[in-house]
């Protein structure tokens, strides 16, 4: 139950974060999308907290748990209102890489140091 608690609430702080990196390109965002963006982030940290693949490796698996749960935000990036700053492909790019990175540090928090084990 602890590591489901702790890795749910990491998620919803980077969605939060993510959806501040979303409306800081100065277009802003629609509320539709910013509770889509923490919404999805929240649902990753959920699932890396109930998650029992059988990995040895912390890292690896918040790195497979991030890019699993950053492929259906890509492809709702890439369907999104076109932005004359960026094409939808590095959109859609950028999503996943950076959904990698939350998935890590969502473990990392979450396995390292708060200590909970699977």
Not at 48 to 68: D, E, L, Q, T
Not at 96 to 109: A, K, P, Q
Request: hydrophobic share 55%.
């Amino acid at each position: 139950m602890k590591r489901l608690i702790i890795a749910t609430l990491s998620g919803l702080l980077f969605g939060l974060v993510c959806c501040g990196f979303a409306c800081s390109s100065g277009n802003g965002v629609a509320l539709w999308l910013g509770m889509a963006i923490i919404t999805g982030r929240t649902l990753m940290g959920f699932g890396i907290g109930i998650s029992r693949f059988p990995m040895k490796n912390w890292a690896i698996h918040g790195v497979v748990m991030g890019f699993i749960f950053s492929i259906p935000a890509a492809f709702g990036a890439m369907m999104g209102p076109e932005n004359p700053e960026m094409a939808p492909t590095m959109i859609a790019i950028s999503t996943v890489v950076m959904g990698i990175i939350y998935g890590f540090l969502i473990e990392l928090i979450t396995s390292v140091l708060f200590k909970a084990k699977m």
